[in-house]
Each structure stands twice: as C-alpha cells, then as structure tokens.
C-alpha cells in the first residue's frame, strides 16, 4: 500500500515535470520566433491612395540605430519574439526639423520575412496595407545541387577548429 | 607501501607531465602571443567543458570511456537543425532544441545501455561500434527522411532536390548568444560568463549526484558489479541509466558547443567529438575508471594548448603546415592509446595480486 | 511468389551451416538474393554485376583472411588491421621509389612490405600480450596511431620517384599515387576469363585460394592446433605445455602480414596507391564481412571468410545499382553503414568465453 502511494506521487512528480517542460518549450516558441524586418522609406500607393515618403528616417531598436533611411532606401534588422518595438527619428524635408515616434509593432507568426512600409505605417494605414511578407528569391548558389558529403575520414583533421 | 604511492602517483601524472612538456616546448616555437593564447584557451573551455564533462557518469558506473556519446551529440544537432528551420532563435532556440534533444538522447542512450548490457567486459569497443551504427541510422534520418517525413521549409537548409540537409547549417541567428549573455571582458580576454555558469551548474549536479542513493549505486557497481548484485543492486538498471545520463548531457553540450561555431557541419560535427573529448580528458590526468572533475579542466588547458600550439610550431620547424596537423592528431590517438593501455596493465595486475592473495587465504584456511 | 521459393532452394542448399546461421546473417543472404533476383528487372546487367562482386571478392578477400588467425588465437578481431596495411603500402611505396615496374613490381612490393610486417607485427602482439582481454579496443587504437604517425612520415621520408610525390615542393607522398606502369592487374590479368560482360580475374583468385589453403593447411598442423587450443581454452592450453603468449604472437604477426599482403592485393586490382587518412577505417569492413561470413568473436573458417567476402561485397556493390535503377534514391551508404556496424554489433553482443 505504501509503496504504491510512493509510487502515485512519482508519477505525479513526472507528470508535473513533463508538462512544465512543455510549457517551457512553447514559451520558446512564442518568445523565441525570430523575424527578419525590413524598413522601405518608399512612398505608398494604393487604390489612388499616395501617400509621399519623408527625406530621411532612422530607425532605432533598443536605442541603437539600425537604420538610416533616405527616400526609397530600405533597411532591415533581425528581431525575436512576437512584438516589434522601435523608435522612429522623422525628418519630413531637408534641413528640416526632426520628430520622434515610438511604434510598437505585432508580427505575423508565420512570416520570416515582413517588409513594412514605413510612410503608409506613420500615416495611420491598417497593418494589412502597410506590412507585407518578404518571400526571398533563392540565390542561385542555393539553387545548385550540392554534393552530400557522409565520409566517415571526412573531419578527422579539424577537432573543434573553425 | 609509500613507494608504490609515488610510482602510481607518477604513472597518474605522467601524461599531463608530458603535455606540459610538449606546450612548454611548442608555445615559445609557435610565437603566438600570450593574450591570443588565453583567449583562445578560454573560449576552447566554454565550448568543450560541457561535453566533457557528460563523459564521466559512465566511468563512474564502470563502464570506461563512452565512446558513444556521439549519440548526444547527433540528438542535438537533430534538435538545433529543427530549431533552425523553425527559426526559433537566440537563447530560446538553445533551450527549445535542448528540449527535443533531450527525449532523443534519452532514447539513444536506452538502446546504448542495454546493448552495453549483453556487451559486458567489451564495453569501450562495443560503445564505438554503437557510434558508428547509429551515425548510420542518424544519416538515413537527416538525408532521407527530413524533408519528406519530417517537414523542413527553408531552402537555406534543405538540398535543393527536396530531401535531406545540407552540407552546413548556418547557426548565425544563434551564434555565441549563450557565450556574450553576459559580457565580461578582463584585460582584452573575453569570458563567456554565462556558459561557464551552465558548466559550473553540471559541476555541481555531478558533485550532488555523486552523493545520491542512485549515484553511490552506481559507484558500487562501478567497483564491483557481483558485489553490487548481491547487495540488492539493480545493477543492469543502474549501468542503463548512467549512459542515458550521459547521452541527454552529451546532446545538451553539443548545443553548447555548436552555438559557439555558429554552424553545423551536418554530417561531420559529432563523428570525432568523441574522440577528442575523451582525448582531452586523458590528458588531465584520468583513467578508464577513475575521472574527476579536476581532470576535465586540466584536460583541456593542456589538450588544447597543444592543439592551438602544435601545428604553428610544426610550421615553423618544418615549413610545413600539414606536419603540425597530423602530429596533433597522432598525439591524440596515442594519447587515448597509452592510457588504454596503462588501464589495461593495471587491471591485470591487480587481477594477479587479489588472485596471489586469495591463494595464500586459502593456504591459511587449508592449514586451519 | 517467386522470390519465396527460391529462398527456400537456397536455404535447403545451405542447410548444413543454417544454425549457426543467426538471424541477422540470414536477413543479408536474404536480402543479397533479392537484390540479384530484382537486379535483371530494373535493367542492371547480371554478368557486369557478378564480375563486379567476384572482382571486389578478388581485391578484398585477403584482407577478410587476415583475421582468421587473430580469432583463432583468442585475441579477437583484428581492428589493428591498419597497422599490416601500413607495412603493405611501406613494401609498395618501396618497390616504386626503387624502381621496379610492371608485374614484378608486385613481387618486390611483396618482399619489401614482409619485414615491415613482421617487426610490426612483432611488437604489436608483444603489446597484445601484455593487455589480454582488452585487444579489440586496443587494437583499433594501435591502428589508429600508426596510421596518423605514418601521415607524418609519408610527408617526411626521403622519397625521390616523380611518379609519387607532390610535383610543386618535388617531396611528400601523393595522397593517391597511380599503379599504371606498376603492378595494377597484376594478378588479374594471369588466366583472365573473359565471356561477354563477364570476367573472372582467374590469377587474384587464385592468389587468394593458395594463401587461404595455405592457412587451412597451417591450423591442421601442430602450431595451428596449439593455436585453435589456445583461443578455445588458454587455461587448458597453458597446463597440456603450450607457449600461449608465443602463439598468440605468431597469430598476430600472420595477420599483420596477411594485411599487408592483402593491401597489396586491393591495390592491383583497384590501380592506386591510397595514403594518408585512407587506411583508417579499412578493418571494419573485414570484420564486419568475416561476420557476416558466420564468424565470432572467437571462432572463424575459412568457409566463413570466403562466404562473408562474397555477401558483404555483394551487397556493397549491388544495392547502389539496383536502388538507382529501382527507386532513383542512393540509400547504398546508410545501408553498408547499417549492416555492417550491426553485424559486428551483434557479434559483440553474443555470449562468448575466451576473450576474457
């Protein structure tokens, strides 16, 4: 009798494990999803809608600046986790005075890649409009059949060496 | 009595004695600058220790050099080449591929246990004939089966003819992530504070374990498997469950190991990891049944000072770079071999004093 | 259908040996007999296939024979195998770098390679001698070290003939060094039967079929039966007055010299010279076919080497054609990698006396 209540709390030791450690391992899904984000600082068109692009943004993430962006130049930072933060420094002309903007941002689970628009995002345009997915087109270096390599001397020389 | 003490003692230390000669001697030849040898010496120490140390449980149990923990190690190349597909990244991506490798390694590690098993006495040949079977079965999984049977997206992984990895697996969105957690960097040394905490955190696991009722079993069974048995020992369950230990700590440094690279080479990174961690721990000082945690560290200082030193001095004395590469490499199968050996001699010699001693007991009992 | 009653033929044909057969050995025979039967169908060429396997038979046979001796002496399988190899390529770099050509070259390889292998191999049962009972893993590290020592010293011995070093630095061995002009198909071309796309190399096989009686011959004489005796029971052989350690050190020497030998032969039938790295792994496929041939740990024939020969080089040349032309997906590596490793795992696994 005893031992199989010693027996029951084992069980519920592992269960309790197992499901925390499952836990844990969705967590890193959400927390862990990383994203490629480019910047466009292009002017936004659609439906007759024009929305015109300012002269220069830089873009910041975590106070460091990632990009600099003059009209119709696109940059891109790598990020983790479902939520974008960043801070946008506007300078509407030449010479002109600039404006900060603080933008957070929910990013698509299932895209690698997403291209925002800046000027269309600044101009208050839904996320359907202004972020888009990024399907890169495959490096003709990727696209060559590579020779698998399985030999069991391959590796023998280099220990832990770069 | 005093006497034998110093000639173990120096038969013990006698391979760490050379190394320190061989670097002694290299260092100065190969004109590396000190900072640079530090420096790489450390990084060295947070990827290896890891791995290493996964190495001791099994001799704790008696079950000499477990040349399969390449096992582990394909487990977690299985799991970050996942993680990478998934494109889960950074400090997450470790932990979640830690996750996956984990009930991998803990299989790999069950099939290995039992084969040790019904291998009992050839336990080191059987374990490194284990590595290259299931390297095998590893290879029918990562070049047939992923893609077709285990969905893979991204072309960046995956061979252009639709199944199977490729050569290289960039780790780049995880690369060193662990290492500059915490950033500390002493005199232009950079330390990899974070991982030496994951390291240090096994260390004490290892200690802690060590003191269990499950890890004195395996002590006792390490010892003396009949003695074991008769003390109400599980002892094939025991032996089992240190080489799962040992594979699910293995996987989980190899993780260690590859986010320091920043790539995997698919089908080559775990085939000689085994070989030279085990080398490495040789060279600190242990023996087939005998490893300490002391031994993983020195083991590697010197292992690897050798290993950064040897071929440059090669170079400069030959005017070769290859003769450095080779001789590296020999010292480290020679140094596996002499200790093989020293193991080996040392078990039959003390085979015949316990069987001399049981004779005269039982001379003294006939006389009774 | 048809396929289960021609197992069954074979299987009463090879009735005799069946029991100690063992499941895993019975699934390769199997599997080789299938992939003869299905090769005609997917447009392989039958006779281009079977030369190819007699041909592989021819070139590795030797090497598998090797281990026979070491076996039968309690010293287990010879994974220092590389170690005999060695000496083979010091005989044929020799014969080269002093100029012998064409087939006579092989003699002198031969003779040159023979010293080698018995110092070698001297020292090396010398040290397996002192280690009883953990040869195996031992010896696969000798062979490794060896190996790597002698990467060093192809790189550094004083050998001159331009058909063998590196053309720019005009020193240091190739890592594949070209037998045309030596002694590639020296063997092969004595006798060669050629009937449409099948070709037999009469003179390798014969080769191989006087070393093998040779060595059928020497354990039915006083020192082969001291040797079976000492790897059956040492104990026993000790008390009936046998020198174990001396036997046990011819056996290693033979096989050392079987090796080198054996290289010797692989080399004139596949025409290169291969150094460096390449010896590495060469005993697991010897172990592994003599296995497969129905072998132990501590029990060979000569039976089991020619049959094992025969299966794991079958296997080893038929399924990358048979599974190109069937399913256009080259699985033949993992396959030889599965197979082989299993076979000497499961031999491993078997309950053996001797070798403790």
Not at chain 2, 318 to 332: A, L, P, Q
Not at chain 3, 101 to 130: C, D, E, I, Q, R
Request: proline share 4%.
């Amino acid at each position: 009798m005893k031992i199989k209540k010693r027996d029951k709390a084992t069980w519920i030791v592992r269960g309790v494990t197992l499901l925390i450690v499952i836990a844990i391992a969705v967590l890193m899904f959400i927390i862990g999803r990383g994203h490629t984000i480019y910047f466009d600082n292009k002017p936004f068109e659609s439906a007759g809608d024009k929305i015109e692009a300012p002269y220069k943004v830089e873009v910041l993430v975590g106070g460091e600046k990632v990009a600099r962006l003059k009209e119709g130049e696109r940059g891109m930072v790598e990020t983790m986790g479902q939520s974008f933060d960043m801070q946008l420094v506007i300078t509407k002309e030449k010479n002109g005075k600039s404006s900060k903007v603080k933008v957070s941002l929910p990013i698509p689970y299932n895209m690698d890649g997403v291209v925002i628009n800046l000027p269309a995002m600044l101009a208050g345009k839904g996320p359907e409009d202004y972020m888009t997915e990024f399907v890169p087109t495959p490096s003709s270096a990727e696209l060559e059949d590579e020779e698998v390599v399985t030999d069991e001397t391959e590796g023998l020389m280099d220990f832990g060496d770069e | 009595m005093k006497k034998t003490s110093i000639r173990d003692l120096v038969t013990r230390f006698s391979v760490p004695l050379m190394f320190v000669l061989i670097c002694a001697v290299c260092a100065p030849i190969s004109g590396l600058s000190p900072t640079y040898l530090i420096n790489e010496i450390v990084t060295r120490m947070g990827r290896n220790a890891f791995l290493i140390l996964s190495l001791l449980i099994p001799i704790m149990a008696g079950m000499g050099l477990n040349f399969s923990m390449t096992l582990g190690a394909m487990a977690g190349e299985i799991g970050l080449i996942l993680v990478c597909d998934w494109q889960i990244v950074g400090i997450p991506g470790m932990i979640l591929a830690m996750i996956i490798s984990v009930p991998i390694s803990a299989l790999l590690g069950l099939f290995c246990g039992k084969v040790l098993n019904m291998a009992k006495g050839r336990e080191m040949i059987t374990s490194y004939i284990i590595s290259f079977f299931i390297n095998g079965i590893y290879q029918l999984v990562v070049l047939y089966m992923m893609g077709p049977i285990i969905p893979i997206k991204h072309g960046s992984i995956k061979l252009p003819r639709g199944y199977g990895i490729r050569n290289t697996v960039s780790l780049l969105s995880m690369r060193q992530k662990l290492d500059n957690l915490i950033p500390l960097n002493i005199a232009g040394i950079k330390i990899p504070v974070a991982t030496f905490i994951v390291v240090f955190i096994l260390c004490i696991v290892i200690v802690r374990f060590r003191k269990t009722k499950l890890g004195q079993d395996m002590r006792a069974v390490g010892q003396d498997m009949e003695v074991a048995r008769d003390a109400g020992i599980d002892v094939e369950r025991t032996r089992i469950i240190s080489m799962i230990l040992s594979t699910v700590f293995a996987g989980i440094g190899m993780i260690i190991y590859l986010q320091n690279m920043g790539n995997i080479a698919t089908y080559s990174s775990h085939s000689q990891i085994g070989m030279f961690c085990i080398a490495a721990l040789l060279v600190g000082g242990a023996s087939v049944d005998k490893a300490s945690i002391g031994n993983v560290f020195l083991g590697i200082i010197l292992f690897h000072t050798m290993f950064i030193v040897a071929p440059k001095a090669g170079t400069v004395i030959t005017g070769d770079s290859m003769i450095g590469e080779y001789f590296r490499v020999f010292v480290s199968y020679a140094v596996i071999t002499v200790a093989l050996i020293m193991y080996e001699t040392g078990k039959r010699r003390a085979k015949s004093r316990e069987g001399q001693m049981l004779a005269q007991q039982q001379e003294v009992s006939d006389e009774d | 259908m048809s396929e289960q009653t021609q197992s069954i033929t074979i299987k009463e044909r090879v009735q005799n040996f069946i029991e100690d057969f063992g499941l895993p050995r019975l699934i390769i025979t199997g599997f080789l007999i299938l992939l003869l039967i299905i090769a005609p169908f997917v447009g392989a060429d039958l006779p281009t296939q079977i030369s190819n396997i007699i041909n592989r038979f021819s070139w590795n046979g030797i090497l598998v024979l090797a281990m026979v001796p070491m076996v039968h002496s309690g010293c287990g399988l010879n994974f220092g195998l590389p170690l005999g190899i060695i000496s083979g390529l010091l005989g044929a770099t020799l014969s080269i770098e002093l100029g012998f050509t064409g087939p006579f070259s092989f003699v002198m390889a031969a003779l040159l390679a023979t010293p080698f292998a018995l110092v070698f191999g001297s020292v090396y049962g010398w040290l397996l001698n002192k280690i009883k009972g953990g040869e195996m893993m031992i010896a696969t590290y000798v062979g490794f070290s060896s190996v790597s020592l002698m990467c060093m010293m192809w790189l550094l011995l004083p050998y001159h003939s331009p058909n063998m070093v590196w053309g720019m630095a005009g020193k240091g061995l190739r890592t594949t060094i070209s037998l045309e002009g030596y002694y590639t198909q020296a063997l092969a071309n004595i006798l060669q039967i050629n009937i449409g796309n099948l070709s037999i190399p009469t003179g390798a096989i014969l080769f191989f079929a006087i070393l093998a009686f040779a060595m059928w011959a020497f354990l039915h004489t006083k020192t082969g039966t001291a040797m079976t005796a000492v790897g059956s029971n040492p104990d026993f052989a000790r008390s009936a007055g046998i020198n174990v350690d001396r036997i046990r050190l011819i056996s290693v020497v033979m096989s050392t010299w079987l090796a080198a030998i054996g290289i010797l032969v692989y080399e004139q039938g596949f025409g290169f010279v291969q150094l460096y790295m390449a010896p590495f792994y060469m005993a697991l496929p010897a172990v592994s076919a003599i296995l497969i041939g129905g072998a132990t740990v501590n029990k060979a024939t000569i039976t089991n080497v020619i049959v094992g020969t025969i299966l794991f080089q079958g296997i080893v040349t038929m399924t990358p054609t048979v599974m190109n032309n069937m399913i256009h997906l080259d699985m033949s590596e993992v396959i030889r990698i599965v197979v082989s490793n299993g076979m000497i795992l499961y031999a491993l696994t078997r309950k053996t006396e001797g070798t403790k």
